[in-house]
């Protein structure tokens, strides 16, 4: 087998069949059972996954974020958890973890979040909602709605299984 380039540390908690691809890196985490880590994404420590999570490629999964169950997070997704995120204090010297505030994030069951899009900090996506590719989620998402734009809107209701099957 190639090399295996991960960096999963001691404190990451993986639930039962959890695979994760190369060149990830992971600590102080927890992913549920069946989920899937794709390539290239980093999930750092506090986030937590749950179960049958489908984590796409080139994603950052930042401190303060919690997804639920039967989550799809599309390719190049980025978090944010710092409303003011800023590189030094007033007197010059760089911040570190006492200088701010992290400002929670949650994805709601069955939600889906869209390739390259971008979720503020301090949103709640509420369950089964689908943000479309490349939009920028500001504000919370209703439950059972699809957004999409810059920054993203309420575009219309999900489909409900009898009106997808036309009945």
């Known amino acids: 087998m190639p090399f295996q380039f991960q960096k999963i540390m001691p404190d990451v908690k ?3 069949n959890v695979r994760i691809f190369e060149f990830v890196n992971m600590y102080g ?3 549920g059972d069946d989920s899937k880590v794709g390539a290239f994404v980093e999930i750092q420590k506090g986030v937590k996954i749950g179960k049958n999570v489908k984590v796409s490629s080139h994603t950052f999964i930042c401190e303060g974020v919690t997804i639920e169950d039967n989550v799809f997070v599309g390719h190049n997704v980025s978090f944010i958890n710092d409303k003011y995120p ?3 204090n007033p007197d010059g010297a760089l911040q570190t973890e006492e ?3 992290v400002v929670p994030t949650l994805v709601k069951s069955g939600a ?3 390739t390259s899009s971008t979720i503020m900090c301090g ?3 509420g369950e089964n909602a689908i ?3 490349g939009s920028v989620v500001t504000k919370d998402v209703p439950p059972n709605t699809i957004v999409e734009g810059v920054p993203a809107r309420v575009r219309r209701k999900v489909a409900t299984e009898a009106e997808q099957d036309g009945r």
């Open 99 to 101: 200088d701010w505030t």
């Open 123 to 125: 949103v709640t996506v």
């Open 14 to 16: 993986l639930g039962k």
């Open 29 to 31: 985490c927890e992913i």
């Open 86 to 88: 800023r590189s030094t």
């Open 131 to 133: 943000i479309g590719a």
């Open 112 to 114: 889906s979040i869209g």
